[in-house]
């Protein structure tokens, strides 16, 4: 009776500190609305090196070259990858190293990178999203064993350290990815600490964070996971410890439905959409669709519009823009009327440089900024 108690007590003031977050957020002026546009970088450029390689490379890395090439462009924020489904961080985090049972410079950087981007940012008032999975590094069996996260299964089994754990149904049968079964409070309870490490350094250099791999199977499971001790709302109070007012995006994939929340929010603490997609319109199975903007896709109350695309041959991919100058500004002035914000994803070398072509593209983008989303 006690356990059903506290668990009771605990959900209640849950529910208080929810409400309270979302009742200051709708009252405050939301950055993001008044963002215009921005810029995504994938910087996964050591996914492929060894330890001291990776170290070497993200060494390399010019922040106050970089960032002036952000202000340049005058992209009022920035969404950085701190890592995705390698395993490997482009800055250092004690929870996630001991977890693993290694030492810094082995999964994680020696080089504090979000650091000093963030604090170069912070100088020009460019806003941080950090861009991090909601779910264990998905390429490596013993990572996603050692966060606690639901591994790998065959017809509801553990497949093993033998299978590929980025496995396709279609080439292994009746096989599940971890991110397409729901998480367990283990694993809440370990990927809280590794973000809230971060959340906590950083401060409010960081203004939001946007989740990658949050499946319909993680928010299928929002409800029944709030019966444990450790669950999705811990592990968000954990991700807002260093900075409660930052912005949340949950991503499940690149449709509209999903990217823009038309049908909904992913997950009940989301701000803004990921915004996902491919273009400007909507994909359909003949042709294009609608164009994405905000009238068109709206989203649920209290979010803010948000649409996110590679400006080149993919995410973190090309040397050139697939896009006029004039579509880009179009598209941006009509978003931004709209209420909405738009970031393009651009490719970046392993020293933080941005091909010249696209810096060309988005400099002039820049220049002919509405008067009222000048710096």
């Known amino acids: ?99 693993l049972g290694v030492e810094n410079g082995v999964w994680t950087s020696k080089r504090d990178l979000i650091m000093e981007i963030g604090q170069e940012l912070a100088k020009r008032d460019i806003k941080l999203i950090l861009y991090m999975t909601a779910r264990a590094p998905m390429r490596h069996y013993k990572i996603i064993q050692a966060m606690g996260d639901t591994l790998p299964s065959i017809d509801g089994k553990p ?18 990815r971890s991110e397409n079964q729901p998480p367990n409070p283990i694993f809440l309870k370990n990927w809280a600490a590794v973000c809230g490490e971060w959340s906590k350094r950083y401060g409010t250099l960081v203004s ?21 001790k450790y669950n999705i709302d811990t592990w968000v109070a954990a991700v807002r410890s260093g900075n409660p007012a930052a912005e949340l995006a949950f991503n499940a994939g690149a449709h509209p439905i999903l990217s823009l929340c038309t049908e909904g929010k992913l997950c009940p603490h ?20 609608k164009p ?45 009327s709209q209420g909405g914000a738009i970031t393009f994803d651009v490719p970046i070398a392993p020293d933080g440089t941005i091909p010249e072509p696209i810096m060309a593209v988005l400099q002039q983008l820049g220049e002919t900024n509405r008067p009222d989303t000048d710096k």
């Not at 497949?159 to 599940?176: I, Q």
């Not at 946007?210 to 029944?224: L, N, Q, V």
């Not at 989301?270 to 909507?282: K, P, V």
């Open 1 to 99: 009776m006690k356990s059903d108690f506290r668990k009771l007590l605990r959900g209640i003031l849950f529910i208080l500190i929810f409400v309270g977050f979302n009742a200051r957020i709708c009252a405050q002026q939301r950055w993001l609305e008044q963002s215009g546009f921005g810029l995504m970088f994938h910087y996964e450029a050591f996914k492929n090196h060894n330890s001291e390689s990776y170290n070497q490379t993200i060494d390399s890395f010019d922040v106050p070259r970089f960032v002036a090439a952000i202000e340049s462009t005058k992209a009022n924020h920035i969404i950085f990858v701190v890592g995705q489904h390698w395993g490997k961080y482009c800055a250092p985090n004690s929870v996630y190293e001991k977890l």
């Open 159 to 176: 497949a093993g350290p033998n299978v590929d754990p980025m496995s396709h149904p279609r080439k292994v049968k009746g096989f599940l």
């Open 292 to 336: 994405l903007t905000p009238q068109n896709f709206p989203p649920p109350p209290a979010v803010i519009w948000h649409l996110l695309l590679p400006v080149s041959d993919g995410w973190g991919a090309g040397t050139t823009s697939r896009f006029e100058h004039a579509l880009l500004r179009d598209r941006v002035d009509t978003i931004n």
């Open 270 to 289: 989301q701000t803004f959409t990921s915004g996902e997609n491919h273009g400007f319109h909507q994909r359909l199975k003949k042709g294009m669709g």
């Open 208 to 228: 939001g964070w946007w989740f990658d791999g949050y499946k319909t199977e993680m928010k299928d499971a929002y409800e029944s996971l709030r019966k444990e």
